[in-house]
């Protein structure tokens, strides 16, 4: 299915960047007229999938995370955020809730479970040492 519209984005992985990346997400598919809960969904979603991508994919460095945004007919958006950090070996095991990587005690662990109840779909693509590709799709029901 070929969109109607698109953008993509890319910025570095410093945590400033997360707040820029929710409201260019969200200031992009303002178009469709969502209502407030929409909005905040995806932008709940897209600053966990950010957040993953600063906290665990580059841990050691600063690296540069991707975000390409999709509308098809029908109002169905889908945002694929990526990084070409260190990967997940794991992704069911990472997709548990409560389940972290950071040794620090500081996270919750939630985040892939917050993403998938913010969403319609989740979909989370990884290779150890290339990176992680997370995929979220919602469809705007509302009008304002």
Same mark, same amino acid.
């Given at each position: 299915m070929k969109p109607i519209n698109e953008m993509k984005l890319?910025?570095?992985?410093?945590?400033?960047?997360?707040?820029?990346a929710r409201s260019a997400v969200a200031s992009f598919i303002?178009?469709?007229?969502?209502?407030?809960?929409e909005i905040s969904d995806i932008?709940?979603?897209?600053s966990e999938a950010v957040t993953n991508c600063i906290v665990h994919g580059y841990r050691d460095g600063i690296g540069i995370i991707y975000i390409?945004?999709?509308?098809? %007919?029908?109002?169905?958006?889908?945002i694929?955020?990526?990084d070409k950090g260190c990967g997940i070996g794991d992704i069911k095991k990472a997709m548990e809730p409560l389940y972290t990587t950071c %040794?620090?005690?500081?996270?919750?662990?939630?985040?892939?479970s917050i993403m998938d109840s913010f969403m319609d779909k989740l979909k989370v693509r990884s290779k150890p040492g290339k990176g992680t590709s997370?995929?979220?799709?919602?469809?705007?029901?509302?009008?304002?």
């Open positions: 890319s910025f570095d992985s410093r945590s400033c960047n997360e707040g820029f303002a178009v469709l007229d969502p209502n407030m809960e932008k709940t979603a897209v390409h945004v999709k509308i098809f %007919e029908g109002a169905k958006v889908s694929v955020i990526k %040794e620090t005690g500081e996270r919750a662990g939630l985040g892939f997370v995929t979220l799709e919602k469809s705007i029901v509302s009008k304002g």
